[in-house]
C-alpha cells in the first residue's frame, strides 16, 4: 500500500503537500559563489522540484527568507496544511536551536523534515560541520549539489507514506 492507496478505512488519501523552504541567502542562488553553489537559481530550485513533486504525484510549494522568525512562522504553518518539509536552513543549521525547536514541534506531530545543503558541509570550514537542525529531522542530504534537492524530496515522500501507513494501521 503507498500513501494513494484507498485502505479498508476509507478512500485515497489526498497527495501529499509538500513545502519546500529555503533560508538565508539563498535568494542569491545563482549569484552567489558559484564555486559552491553553482549557476542554478532558486526559481530553478524551486521549479525542478515541484515539477519532480508533480511526477511523483505530490504538491510542492516553495518559500525562502532570509528571516528567522519568518522561517519558524513558515514551519508552524505546516500543522494541517503540510504533509512533509524539505528545508535548506542555509547558515541557520549552524547555529538556530529556534528553528531546531520549531522543527522538533512539528516533527513531534507527524511531519516529517529532510535538510537539505547544496554543498559538502563536512568539506567545508569547522564551524558547518555541525548541524543544530538535523537532529530533529528525519534525515540530512549534503553535498550533492542541486540534485540534492530530489533525494531529500523522494525521502520525505517515503517518510510520508510509511508515517500514513502506520496511522492507517491503527
Not at 131 to 143: E, F, L, N, Y
Not at 162 to 170: K, N, P, S
Request: proline share 5%.
Amino acid at each position: 500500500m503507498n500513501a494513494n492507496s484507498p485502505s479498508a478505512a476509507g478512500p485515497a488519501a489526498a497527495p501529499p503537500r509538500v513545502l519546500l523552504l529555503h533560508g538565508p541567502n539563498l535568494n542569491l542562488l545563482g549569484e552567489r559563489d558559484r564555486d559552491t553553489y553553482g549557476s542554478t537559481t532558486l526559481k530553478d530550485v524551486e521549479e525542478r522540484t515541484a515539477a519532480l513533486g508533480r511526477e511523483l504525484g505530490a504538491e510542492v510549494h516553495c518559500a525562502q527568507s532570509n528571516s528567522e522568525g519568518a522561517l519558524i512562522d513558515l514551519i508552524h504553518a505546516t500543522r494541517g496544511s503540510d504533509d512533509g518539509i524539505v528545508f535548506n536552513p542555509g547558515a541557520y543549521a549552524h547555529y538556530s536551536y529556534a528553528l531546531r525547536d520549531a522543527l522538533e514541534a512539528v516533527t513531534g506531530l507527524g511531519i516529517p523534515c529532510v535538510e537539505v545543503h547544496i554543498s559538502n558541509v563536512h568539506a567545508r570550514e569547522a564551524f558547518r560541520h555541525t548541524s543544530v537542525t538535523a537532529p530533529v529531522c528525519q534525515g540530512m542530504v549534503s553535498g550533492h549539489g542541486i540534485f540534492g534537492y530530489d533525494l531529500a524530496l523522494r525521502s520525505v515522500l517515503h517518510r510520508i507514506a510509511e508515517w500514513r501507513e502506520a496511522r492507517a494501521a491503527r
